[in-house]
């Protein structure tokens, strides 16, 4: 009998997660299935046809694209680094040239 070490085990889990994300966002990037939501979740849409709703939903939902793996982790590595107000920019001497 195979034992599987840990890291195999939590490898096999995060590719189970991966599948059944990448599933509900298939299934949630189709307004009928938004369209259920909103009807069931929000008084403002209790009353309305599934069709009516559809039809306030613009253009067709897109699924996250985002980058995956090594570059996704170097990608927020570098957006969290940069600063997110004036302060912050001048804290982190990035205002010194301003008016030059």
Same mark, same amino acid.
């Given at each position: 009998?195979?034992? @599987?070490? @840990?890291?195999?085990?939590?490898?096999?889990?995060?590719?189970?997660?991966?599948? +059944?994300?990448?599933?509900?966002?298939?299934?949630?990037?189709?307004?009928?299935?938004?369209?259920?939501?909103?009807?069931?979740?929000?008084?403002? +849409? @209790?009353?309305?046809?599934?069709?009516?709703?559809?039809? +306030?939903?613009?253009?067709?939902? !897109?699924?996250?694209?985002?980058?995956?793996?090594?570059?996704?982790?170097?990608?927020?590595?570098?957006?969290?680094?940069?600063?997110?107000?004036?302060? !912050?920019?001048?804290?982190?001497?990035?205002? @010194?040239?301003?008016?030059?």
């Amino acid at each position: 009998m195979e034992h @599987k070490t @840990k890291v195999a085990e939590d490898l096999e889990l995060t590719e189970a997660q991966a599948r +059944y994300d990448a599933a509900c966002k298939r299934l949630l990037s189709h307004k009928v299935f938004l369209a259920w939501i909103l009807k069931s979740c929000l008084d403002e +849409y @209790k009353d309305s046809d599934i069709k009516t709703i559809e039809s +306030y939903i613009e253009d067709t939902p !897109q699924r996250n694209r985002r980058p995956e793996g090594l570059e996704w982790r170097a990608h927020e590595a570098k957006r969290s680094a940069q600063p997110r107000n004036t302060a !912050q920019a001048s804290a982190q001497g990035g205002a @010194k040239n301003i008016g030059r």
